[in-house]
Each structure stands twice: as C-alpha cells, then as structure tokens.
C-alpha cells in the first residue's frame, strides 16, 4: 500500500517580481519516504518552486498544504515547527561556529528535554561530523558542511526535507556521499524534494522525477528509468527525442 501524501503543492503560481511569474502552474505531490527530484534547465523554475514551498518566494495562487494543512500565510522561519525543513544551496551553516554549536541552535526551537537526544541522533545518522564535532564548520569539506547543513535541518524533527542543488561545486565523489545520505534520511520516513542540476546523481536515488519547463511540468517518471528515457533528453538537454 503506498505512503499517503505529506505535502502537496497545486497549480502554483510564483515569482519574484509581482505579474511576472516563473513557476506558471506547477504541482506535486511527496509522500513519506519518498525522494521527488525537480529537474530542468536553467531558468525552469525548479528552485523557485521548491522556495515557493518553502515560503521563500511569493505564491500568486494555487495552495500549498503540509498534511492537510496549508502553509499559505505562514512566514517562512515558522515552517520548520509545521514540519517543513529547507536547505538553501548557499549559506547553509554558521560558517564561523563548531559543528556542535551548529546544532546546539538548531535544536533551540525544541523542548529543552529533548534538545540532546536530537544532537545525538544526529551525530549518529553522520558519523563524520560526529568525528568532527569541535571543528570550525568553516573549515570542513564541502560534503561535510553539506552534510551539517541537512542534519541542522533534520535535528528539530521535520517530515519534509526540501534541498536546493545540494550537490553544486562538489567532487563526484562527495556527490555520491551525499546523495547516499539522502537516500538514507528517506529510508527513515522523512519525504525529500531535491532540487538538482546533476540529473544522473539525482536520479539514481530518486523515487519520481519531474522535468520542470518555463514554469510549467513537462515530464515526469519513476526514479532511476528516467536516465533511459528520451524525453529527458529532449527536454532536459535540448536535444531531439
């Protein structure tokens, strides 16, 4: 029996700047445990789409509902206590803290009792950083900040995980560490929207896919089968199906 849907995003319609839209109707819906990676060219509207749920982009019109609930209205730093987390591609982590005091403030918005038993968990899902839990966050790696950045977002508990280009300037080998996490958050009953440019690494732990264009979804399918699939390649990259 397939997990009922967590969040639901319908006919949305957002941009920056008022009357000029860059998301023109576009919609999904994520269940529990599942990873939707938005797909597409530069200028698609996937990251829009993803901040527009995310309460980062201004919503024309549609609605936006988080287990029945809808976020419409909700500023975008009290999503996280209705269960909606966000990772920005930048900016991400307090560059000039420790790991632990990283999460230390992540965690503040929870239950003074049960702040510790979040670090710790989190500690556990990345053992990395847990080796690495005094150090400048600053100096880490770029997997290793990406990685604190998803478990910053993780700690308080959420059941949505929305990350933008999570992979954007690391090695192919750090992609492949990170995309492997993911698939592990999922694997815990936490649903994943991801965001991505690199559609092979995206795709290979994807549960769906959506190709976003001008706005609008023009393609979609189930995980890894995307990478065969020629309308991604007609769509994706430009090229004749």
Do not use: C, W
């Not at 670090?119 to 966050?137: C, G, K, S, V």
Request: hydrophobic share 50%; net charge positive.
């Amino acid at each position: 029996m397939a997990n009922p849907s967590v969040l639901t995003a319908e006919a949305i319609v957002a941009g920056y700047e008022p009357g000029l839209p860059i998301v023109r109707g576009a919609g999904f819906t994520l269940a529990a445990g599942e990873i939707l990676v938005l797909l597409g060219p530069n200028g698609a509207g996937k990251s829009t789409l993803a901040k527009a749920v995310a309460g980062l982009v201004s919503v024309s019109s549609g609605r936006v509902d988080l287990r029945g609930q809808s976020l419409l209205g909700i500023p975008a730093h009290e999503r996280i206590r209705h269960g909606l987390a966000f990772v920005p591609q930048t900016g991400n982590v307090f560059a000039g803290m420790t790991v632990a005091d990283n999460l230390s403030i992540a965690v503040q918005i929870l239950p003074r009792a049960a702040r510790a038993g979040r670090i710790a968990a989190m500690l556990d899902l990345f053992p990395d950083l847990a080796a690495a839990r005094r150090a400048i966050a600053g100096r880490l790696s770029g997997g290793q900040r990406q990685m604190l950045a998803v478990a910053r977002a993780l700690a308080v508990g959420p059941s949505v995980l929305t990350l933008d280009e999570p992979s954007a300037g690391l090695s192919p080998k750090l992609v492949g560490a990170v995309m492997a996490k993911l698939r592990e958050v999922a694997a815990s009953g936490v649903a994943v929207l991801l965001v991505e440019q690199n559609a092979r690494a995206a795709l290979d732990v994807a549960t769906r896919a959506m190709i976003l264009v001008e706005g609008r979804i023009a393609h979609e399918g189930h995980g890894a089968s995307m990478l065969h699939d020629p309308a991604v390649a007609a769509l994706y990259l430009g090229r004749r199906a």
